[in-house]
């Protein structure tokens, strides 16, 4: 598995300019995503947030909790479990629609991981000023995270 990360193109021509969301806005709108394990600073798949299109805003955990477990290779997977496990900590990135569309596909979006929406609590700050960042007065805001579906998991992992 960890061969298919090490040939993956980030930005292939044809799809460079895709929009996952189908939005009509342009590529320099800003997504707020929360990243754990191998996409966070230090790990291998980092690289994909290292691109013109991805700015760091700092750290963060997730206000609900929800199961972590891992796969034979050491891959961490969050489980769309909400009330179970632990607050997830993890990092948040403000990123363009090109570079969304190569997280999209690195994740498998939304065949394998599929992309939620869910609250967190900011830990510290990066660069949030200079993003657009709803956060409230309490430190929370609403990122978007890639979750395994419960439907994907088999019971047993879970009581892991």
């Not at 806005?25 to 394990?37: H, L, N």
């Not at 034979?72 to 607050?87: A, C, E, F, K, R």
């Not at 948040?92 to 969304?100: D, G, I, P, S």
């Not at 430190?139 to 998991?153: N, Q």
Request: with cysteine.
């Amino acid at each position: 598995m960890m061969d298919d990360f090490e040939n993956f193109e980030l930005f292939p021509e044809e799809e460079a300019h895709s929009d996952p969301s189908s939005s009509d806005e342009d590529d320099s709108t800003d997504t707020v995503v929360f990243v754990y394990g191998t996409l966070k600073q230090g790990f291998h798949n980092h690289r994909f947030l290292q691109r013109d299109g991805a700015k760091l805003l700092g750290r963060a955990h997730t206000v609900t909790k929800y199961p972590m477990i891992t796969d034979s290779h050491d891959i961490p997977y969050v489980l769309n479990v909400p009330g179970q496990g632990h607050n997830i900590v993890g990092e948040l990135y403000a990123v363009n629609k090109t570079v969304l569309a190569a997280l999209d596909k690195l994740e498998k979006h939304p065949g394998w991981y599929r992309r939620e929406q869910i609250e967190v609590n900011h830990i510290s700050y990066a660069e949030r000023d200079e993003c657009n960042v709803d956060v409230d007065d309490y430190g929370v805001s609403s990122p978007w995270i890639y979750m395994l579906p419960e439907d994907r998991v088999r019971a047993e992992q879970l009581s892991r």
